[in-house]
Each structure stands twice: as C-alpha cells, then as structure tokens.
Nanobody, 120 residues
Framework: QVYLVESGGGLVQPGGSLRLSCAAS????????MGWYRQAPGNERELVAT???????NYADSVKARFTISRDNAKNTLYLQMDSLKPEDTAVYYC??????????????WGQGTQVTVSS
C-alpha cells in the first residue's frame, strides 16, 4: 500500500502565496513522476504541474510563472509553491505519483486532496 498525504492548503487573499506539500509513504521503493492536479466545483480535474525524478517540470499555461513545482527525492516529498494567487485558483488540489513499490509493482497513487481558497 502506498499513501500520499497533502498539506498546506487554506484560505488566502488574492495576490497571496501558499505552499503545498505531499509526502509519499508505505511500500515505497522509488517515486518516479509526481504531479499536482486540481478540481474546482463543477469542473473536471485538471493538470497543474508535473515533475520527473530528475527535476524536469511541466506546467499548465494558467499557472506558468506563478507556481513552482519541486521535490525532495530523499524524503519522497513533493511541493507546490503558489504565488500571485487568483480567485480562479480556488480548488481542491490533489497529489499524484507513479510509485515503484517494494513488491516490484508500478502503481499510480492519489492523495486525499487539500482545499485552496483564494478570496478577499
């Protein structure tokens, strides 16, 4: 079993910043690609950013130059620094990871989500 636990969400004013974290634990041997997705009420889940194990990042156009994805491979932890937040960034943010387990299986895992609300 692989667990992804997000933290760092909350309420912030427009123009403010938040930093999300996602820690992988359990039967983890190696964490490969990781990413952040978000889902606003009434919308489908959408990609925010992804990062490979070697640090190559990819961003949705809507967050480029405002959000920064990073990771700490030693801690199996993913981060998302969100700056210049806008009301339209309001959503539940989910962590996703492709994990090689100690049992030799490649699994895709999701966290439970963390709420980000941008409002004055």
């Amino acid at each position: 079993q692989v667990y992804l636990v997000e933290s760092g969400g909350g309420l912030v004013q427009p123009g403010g910043s938040l930093r999300l974290s996602c820690a992988a634990s359990g039967m983890v041997l190696r964490v490969n690609r990781m990413g952040w997705y978000r889902q606003a009420p009434g919308n489908e889940r959408e990609l925010v950013a992804t990062i490979t194990r070697d640090g190559t990042a990819n961003y949705a156009d809507s967050v480029k130059a405002r959000f920064t994805i990073s990771r700490d491979n030693a801690k199996n932890t993913l981060y998302l620094q969100m700056d210049s937040l806008k009301p339209e960034d309001t959503a539940v943010y989910y962590c996703n990871a492709d994990v090689l387990t100690r049992a030799g299986l490649n699994v895709g895992s999701w966290g439970q989500g963390t709420q980000v609300t941008v409002s004055s």
